[in-house]
């Protein structure tokens, strides 16, 4: 017996002990379309070699100082971490840092660093394949929203090829899904 058979055994068994006669479940991607563990394991590395934690990660403060909090991992700037506005620029620096790595502030307006877990609802759960590509691609959110701002380096990671992206998307979509609605960039006006 499948592991797939076991569950849905499973599934019947709690269903008929608890009085449910009627069971609607969305079933899980069939077989064919699972990611393959290669895909998912390379995903993870170039993730992890891309530096994808270092912003979309917050951070928290450990024994050593600042650490990425993992119980988090990649679910971008916390909803309920409200900022004041930034300070202004002085001197020759052109950008502010929230304490969580996760804001930045500069010339181009505020960015927060977007929820890269598979949650269906604030996170890449409704990206396709290729919406994740082609916003790698051309600096477009889902492809054709609004431009990417900075710090994100899609200019240096749309030279990934195809592969890689599509085994980063396969690691992102296999992640524990954390639902955090991160707020809306802040896009300053142009001067």
Same mark, same amino acid.
């Given at each position: 017996?499948?592991?797939? #058979? ?24 069939? #077989? ?5 563990? %290669? ?81 269906? #609802? ?15 691609? %051309? ?23 195809? #592969? %890689? ?27």
């Amino acid at each position: 017996m499948s592991r797939l #058979e076991a569950s849905w055994i499973a599934v019947a068994a709690v269903g008929a002990a608890i009085g449910v006669t009627s069971l609607t479940v969305t079933a899980a991607r069939p #077989e064919s379309q699972a990611p393959n563990a %290669d895909a998912v394991k390379r995903g993870n590395y170039l993730v992890l070699t891309a530096g994808c934690h270092d912003c979309h990660t917050p951070v928290k403060m450990g024994p050593q100082g600042p650490e990425p909090d993992m119980s988090l991992a990649l679910s971008g700037h916390p909803a309920a971490m409200k900022l004041p506005p930034p300070p202004a620029p002085s001197g020759p620096w052109i950008a502010s840092i929230a304490a969580s790595m996760t804001a930045w502030a500069g010339p181009w307006g505020i960015s927060y660093t977007a929820n890269l877990t598979p949650d269906k #609802e604030t996170g890449l759960g409704n990206y396709t394949e290729a919406q994740f590509i082609q916003t790698i691609r %051309d600096g477009k959110k889902q492809g054709r929203g609004r431009a990417l701002l900075p710090p994100m380096p899609w200019p240096m990671y749309r030279n990934f090829t195809d #592969e %890689d992206l599509k085994a980063i998307f396969a690691y992102l979509q296999s992640i524990k899904p954390i639902q955090n609605k991160v707020p809306d960039p802040v896009v300053a006006e142009p001067k």
